[in-house]
């Protein structure tokens, strides 16, 4: 069954900052993110569903975690960790039926200002081999492969690229 395509405009999309307050409200969203698409990420749904409460806080308080929501729907995720003079984007996510819509643009152009207000001067992040959409969302905002290729994870075999932005 497809994703029925929401109708609304580009300027009812809102982009907030998430608090560690909001803990309960990102582990839904992640949760939905990890069921809905496991070849997208590095963490599987059966270890998110495992976390307590306590680590879904520290997760918020270790990152800026942003949201999109319209009417009041939460359509979109994505987040940024300074690392090593960096910005590390993490948990990237769009609802099927917010793709297409511009939220992903909207959200990746969150990240990059976020990560220019920080002084951070360059952002990396990883995509699984095979998530063109993804790889094709990044290269239009500037991300270019940088050679890094390796595997998702220890235990996971799957491959991912590293894609770089200088600011």
Known sequence: MGAIMISMDIESVRIHPLTPDDWARFRDLRLLALAEAPYAF???LSEAQARTDQVWG????????FVATVDGRELGTIGGVPELGAAHVVSMWVAPEGRGTGIADLLVRTIIDWAAAQGLPTLRLEVSDGN????RLYHRHGFRRTGALGPISATDPRLEFEMRLAL
């Open 58 to 65: 520290q997760i918020l308080t270790a990152r800026t975690q």
């Open 132 to 135: 063109g959409a993804a790889e």
């Open 42 to 44: 590095a963490s599987t």
